[in-house]
């Protein structure tokens, strides 16, 4: 399987329309054949810190996910707010 962790940074003042936002773009991943699990938290000593856990069949899965439309509507919406974006990627061991 294909993981990805995902740390987006926003001001804290958008943190909780954005949490909305994230809130269905997992709902819209997990409508992708190809995605196992996407998981949204927000970090306890950061406010406006959010983590993606997003699991996928595979690579070419993910490549899928990038290129849905849902995705470039979220990215057009977050592309403004988000500070900071940490991104890494590897294979499930366990």
């Not at 290129?67 to 890494?88: H, K």
């Given at each position: 399987m294909?993981?990805?962790?995902?740390?987006?940074?926003?001001?804290?003042?958008?943190?909780?329309?954005?949490?909305?936002?994230?809130?269905?773009?997992?709902?819209?991943?997990?409508?992708?054949?190809?995605?196992?699990?996407?998981?949204?938290?927000?970090?306890?000593?950061?406010?406006?810190?959010?983590?993606?856990?997003?699991?996928?069949?595979?690579?070419?899965?993910f490549?899928?996910?990038?290129?849905?439309?849902?995705?470039?509507?979220?990215?057009?919406?977050?592309?403004?707010?988000?500070?900071?974006?940490?991104?890494?990627?590897?294979?499930?061991?366990?």
């Amino acid at each position: 399987m294909y993981v990805v962790a995902v740390n987006l940074v926003v001001d804290p003042s958008n943190a909780d329309a954005f949490a909305e936002r994230l809130k269905q773009h997992a709902k819209n991943s997990l409508t992708q054949e190809g995605c196992l699990g996407f998981s949204v938290s927000a970090d306890h000593d950061r406010a406006g810190s959010f983590h993606l856990w997003e699991v996928y069949k595979d690579a070419a899965a993910f490549e899928d996910h990038k290129n849905a439309d849902f995705m470039a509507t979220f990215r057009e919406y977050s592309a403004p707010l988000v500070l900071n974006r940490v991104l890494a990627t590897g294979d499930q061991i366990g």
